[in-house]
């Protein structure tokens, strides 16, 4: 199965300042298979970006995917403080869908 | 507003069978275009794909847990099943229902529930 690797584990930051998080897939996917969700404690993740660079319904403009082949990125600018919490990214252009281990964003 | 909410057994013995429901409201299974799919959370973990049912009943399970699923869906309650035998330890998580799966991203989650496996 294909591996998502997802890097830092753990990101330290400061409301206002932009988080660069990063997802590496095992095998080369289309863009349009590269997804990422955000989860909070306690709930269930939900979608953020989809297609490696749209963004769901409903989802702030200062979320925005990019990336291509093995290597993506999620950015958030201008941090919330509801944006702290794990994001996950997930490629479902090969099967079984895998996701990666999840990156933390905490206050600093 | 599509809303997915699962039901079962909170605790389940050893090698004996957990079995998930989850029931599907703003939104009818059977009207197709959507896979529904099963995923958990291990403790402390990332997220692994169980395994999607389509409202015509085909499927398809992770190979890493194939042996032991099976899924079914009931298209008159807009529900559909999990079931996985023989299990152990290792199968304590969060259990989460979900729209999407295959080559389709996740755009509805349940709220998911804690299975735990114990004597």
């Known amino acids: 199965e294909v591996v998502v690797t997802q890097s830092p584990g753990t990101l330290s930051l400061s409301p206002g300042e932009t988080a660069t998080l990063s997802c590496r897939v095992s095998?080369?996917?289309?863009?349009?298979?590269l997804a990422w969700y955000q989860q909070k404690p306690g709930q269930a993740p939900r979608l953020l970006i989809y297609?490696?660079?749209s963004r769901a319904a409903g989802i702030p403009d200062r979320f925005s995917g990019s990336g291509s082949g093995t290597d993506f990125t999620l950015t958030i600018s201008r941090l919330e403080p509801e944006d702290f919490a794990v994001y996950y990214c997930q490629q479902c252009g090969h099967s079984p869908p895998t996701f990666g281990q999840g990156t933390k964003v905490e206050i600093k | 507003q599509v809303q997915l909410q699962e039901s079962g057994p909170g605790l389940v013995k050893p090698s004996q069978t957990l079995s998930l429901t989850c029931s599907v409201s703003?939104?009818?299974?059977?009207?197709?275009?959507?896979?529904w799919s099963w995923i958990r959370q291990l403790p402390g973990k990332g997220l692994e794909w169980i395994g999607y049912?389509?409202?015509?009943?085909?499927?398809n399970y992770n190979p890493s847990l194939k042996s032991r699923v099976s899924m079914s869906v009931d298209t008159s309650m807009n529900q559909f099943s999990l079931k996985l035998n023989y299990v152990t330890a290792a199968d304590t998580a969060v259990y989460f229902c979900?729209?999407?799966?295959?080559?389709?991203?996740?755009?509805?989650w349940g709220q998911g529930t804690l299975v735990t496996v114990s004597s």
């Open positions: 979900a729209r999407g799966g295959g080559y389709d991203v996740i755009d509805y």
């Open positions: 703003g939104g009818s299974i059977s009207s197709g275009g959507y896979y």
């Open positions: 095998q080369s996917v289309s863009s349009s298979y």
């Open positions: 049912i389509y409202y015509s009943g085909s499927t």
């Open positions: 297609g490696a660079s």
